[in-house]
């Protein structure tokens, strides 16, 4: 055998080897395109897609799209914080977060050189802060509701409650 033919041998080998090697490897990633294991971060929007009960906690989490951990960690909030102190961070963020004003004139004269570009605001990030913070007050009255005040003691019972109504029309 010579050279050249040995040489093309071993290539053609090679090709045939690369070429099986990288359709496995792309039968491969199909099939993990397909299967996403549970409790994975990926495409999950922070765990909405496995909010399917039908709890009020799971329902807020799908309409706003957002899980009550990741609102507090947006505003820089710990569990169970005033309300005052939502829409204090809120207010912070969404102006730090916002356009800035308008930059005076350029000046004349020695210093009216190249101005440094304004720095920019991120809509996207504005419009987080404003998700986060409807998620923690949809949370907070979804609270209240849940848990109204109890009426004094020796008051009576709404006109409306099931005891009133229990025994029938007359």
């Known amino acids: 055998m010579s050279a050249p033919k040995i ?18 490897a792309g039968k491969q990633a199909a099939k993990n395109a397909k299967h996403t294991p549970q409790g994975a971060i990926g495409s999950d929007i922070a765990g909405v897609r496995n909010a399917t009960s039908g709890s009020l906690t799971d329902k807020l989490t799908r309409e706003h799209r957002m899980t009550l951990d ?16 939502v829409l204090k961070n809120y207010e912070h963020l969404f102006k730090v977060n916002g356009p800035r004003p308008a930059p005076d004139p350029p000046m004349t ?20 802060v404003v998700r986060a913070r409807e998620r923690i007050e949809a949370e907070m009255q979804v609270g209240k509701e849940a848990d109204p ?14 005891q009133g109504n229990a025994g029938g029309s007359n």
């Open 149 to 162: 005040t109890p009426p004094p003691p020796g008051a009576s019972p709404p006109s409306g409650s099931a």
């Open 7 to 24: 040489i093309i041998q071993i290539l053609v080998t090679g090709a045939q080897i690369f070429g099986k090697a990288l359709f496995e």
């Open 109 to 128: 004269g020695a210093r009216a050189g190249k101005q440094p570009a304004p720095p920019t605001h991120s809509h996207y990030l504005q419009s987080k």
């Open 70 to 85: 990741e609102a507090h960690l947006i505003l820089n909030l710990k569990q169970g914080e005033s309300l005052e102190n």
